[in-house]
């Protein structure tokens, strides 16, 4: 097969999507602007930096240019020795990239305070890492709801060895989950995050969070979604755990606070008629429970 130019970039651009892990707000070549005001620091701060970097590029690859080209040998250039060693010159250029530096660390600190302020959260949600899925565990107004999120169906068959299907035919392949996180927009969702086996990490690049979920230790992050946004968005584990670690995606819902209220009223049901047949049952089953061992 021969790699013409036009074959090259399509590749090369194949290769920036599935970069991105399903992200819904990017073009393929770029960070996600995403949907949270963290996120969308991060994308401006981003932008920021690289465009400092462009800025020095510049300057410094058109001095360099510019100085082989006008004083090269052939024209009778003849070195200028008074500049080595020169303290001045010294001082200048250490000066100069501390400045940039610092100038460059602020907004980024800023914005990494602003990350790790998760007080004030309207809702939390417990989230733990298993070989190979997710748990989601309820608070607040939510409390009692929790389920575990594992790879839908139809991907995890397809992903079989000779399972005869093509991976392409599948929707969201490897990106789909039965059980998605819900959440509400416009509300400051706390997760608190921690593993039961090994290291797992939480990603949702449209939210601008990534944390790891570590045995034995309990990680905070948050993310409030703009109203208006809703929609489900897609993530994945981003710490190798295993042998399964492609395949323990993280999806999230997120819906109107009332969607969410009619959902959570909808689950707290769902769990009371689930409870219910046990609470039915002959009182003679229970007194056989509590007999004493022995
Ligand atoms: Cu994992």
Redo the contacts with the bound molecule.
């Keep these: 097969m021969r790699v013409t130019p036009v074959r090259l970039l399509s590749s090369l651009a194949s290769l920036a999507f599935a970069g991105t892990a399903g992200a819904n707000t990017s073009n393929g070549y770029n960070l996600p602007p995403g949907v949270t005001d963290i996120s969308q620091a991060i994308y401006g701060l981003h932008m920021e930096i690289f465009w400092v970097c462009v800025g020095i590029a510049v300057v410094v690859f058109g001095a360099m240019i510019y100085s082989l080209v006008m004083f090269r040998h052939s024209k009778g250039a003849v070195p200028d020795t008074t500049m080595v060693h020169s303290t001045k010159v010294e001082i200048v250029w250490t000066i100069i990239p501390v400045l940039i530096l610092v100038a460059m660390a602020v907004p980024a600190a800023e914005i990494i305070l602003k990350m790790e302020d998760t007080r004030n959260s309207e809702l939390t949600v417990r989230v733990t ?1 298993y ?2 899925k997710w748990q989601y565990q309820y608070m607040d107004q939510a409390e009692g709801i929790g389920f575990f999120s594992t790879l839908k169906q139809d991907s995890n068959f397809a992903r079989q060895l000779n399972s005869g299907v093509d991976p392409s035919t599948v929707p969201n392949y490897l990106l789909d989950v039965d059980h998605p996180l819900v959440v509400p927009s416009g509300t400051k969702v706390r997760i608190l995050l921690t593993s039961q086996d ?4 939480w990603w949702v690049p449209d939210f601008g969070v990534k944390r790891s ?1 570590i045995p034995g230790f309990v990680n905070e992050l948050w993310f409030k979604v703009e109203p208006g946004k809703e929609g489900i968005y897609r993530g994945q ?1 981003v ?4 042998r399964d ?1 492609g395949f ?1 995606p993280v999806v999230v819902d997120v819906r109107t606070p009332d969607d969410f209220k009619k959902w959570v009223e909808e689950q707290k049901a769902a769990l009371k008629q689930a409870a219910a047949p046990a609470a039915a049952a002959p009182a003679t089953a229970q007194v056989v429970d509590v007999k004493p061992a022995g």
């Design positions: 890492g070989q190979w090994v290291i797992h990490a979920a584990c710490a190798l755990c295993g670690h323990m």
